[in-house]
């Protein structure tokens, strides 16, 4: 039985396409499904930000085939572990959750490493630094779920 695996962030264009991206470079992908989804609607169907698709580039990774979707309560139901990038999504899967077991499968994504910040910034608004920054963040703690999930 596959291991099922979501990253979550706002728009789901930024921080979650990056995690999940990563994450699937360092997992068996016949034992472990990730995908990622955003809390908020305002980008649905549409492929990550450019700049992420272009630092998941620099590291060898194309996610440039991800399509932006929402998170939903059925998402409960599928995935065994659900990761939010910062504190307000972590709060918005929240509560939508309809019982403990639920709210037990969400954690944040940097609570998986230690960091000296505990919440992946959103770069969005920011340069391509951020981006890179970002991946960086993501890619330590994806290294430590991925040697959990071996």
């Known amino acids: ?3 099922k695996v979501l990253m979550v962030c706002l728009g789901n264009i930024c921080r979650s396409p990056l995690a ?14 990730v995908d990622s989804a955003g809390t908020a609607g305002y980008h649905v169907g549409n492929t990550p930000d450019e700049r992420s698709i272009a630092v998941a580039q620099k590291y060898g990774l194309d996610i440039s085939a991800q399509k932006c979707r929402r998170f939903t309560e059925m998402d409960f139901e599928v995935f065994d572990r659900i990761y939010a990038m910062d504190a307000s999504n972590f709060s918005n899967i929240i ?8 709210e037990r499968k969400v954690k944040l994504l940097l609570d998986e490493v230690d960091f000296e910040l505990n919440e992946v910034p959103d770069p969005y608004y920011g340069g391509a630094d951020g981006f890179e920054k970002v991946f960086q963040m993501v890619d330590l ?10």
Do not use: H, P, Y
């Open 95 to 102: 509560k939508l959750a309809r019982n403990t077991g639920e």
């Open 141 to 150: 703690a994806c290294e430590a779920i991925a040697k959990k999930l071996m």
């Open 1 to 3: 039985m596959k291991t």
């Open 20 to 33: 999940e991206g990563i994450l699937k470079s360092k997992v068996d992908s016949s034992k472990v499904f």
